[in-house]
Each structure stands twice: as structure tokens, then as C-alpha cells.
């Protein structure tokens, strides 16, 4: 059965979130980000380009890769802390 781990870590600038799942990965790493390009028959290919760009918006970054030596994929989000005012 397929399986979906979340984790979080706080860095003395960052929040970090790492996603990662048992699932088959990316099958072309390299259009990941393409804007458009899906490969799913209904899909629009807006959403993970978006993604990025509001991480980036507020100063982070989203990453997407095939996990490393595992079947499956890894997403990983950075995020500056904020101070509460």
C-alpha cells in the first residue's frame, strides 16, 4: 500500500516541509515545472508552477524530485520564519 510520510523542521531562518511518497515518482522530472504540461487527461498543468510561484512570492521554494536508492517521490518547502509582532 502506498504510503505518504510529512515532516517539518524549524531552522534558526526557516521552516522546512518535506513530503515524500511510495508512489511510482515522476515520470519526466525535467517538464516538472513546465507550465502546461500535465499527464493527466484532465489536467492542466497550472498547478505545481503556481505552487512554486507563491513559495517564491514569499521568499521560499518548492522542490520535486524522485526519491534517491526508494520508489516514489519527495517534495520539499521552504519557508522564512516570520517574528510575531
Known sequence: ???????WKLTEKDVILTID????GLMN???TFVPFYTTKPQGSGIGLVL????????SGSLELSNR???RGC???VTLP?????
Open 1 to 7: 500500500m502506498p504510503q505518504i510520510v510529512f515532516t
Open 21 to 24: 511518497d511510495t508512489g511510482p
Open 81 to 85: 520564519r516570520t517574528t510575531q509582532r
Open 51 to 58: 505552487s512554486r510561484q507563491i513559495a517564491e512570492a514569499h
Open 74 to 76: 519527495s517534495v520539499k
Open 68 to 70: 534517491i536508492g526508494q
Open 29 to 31: 522530472p525535467s517538464n
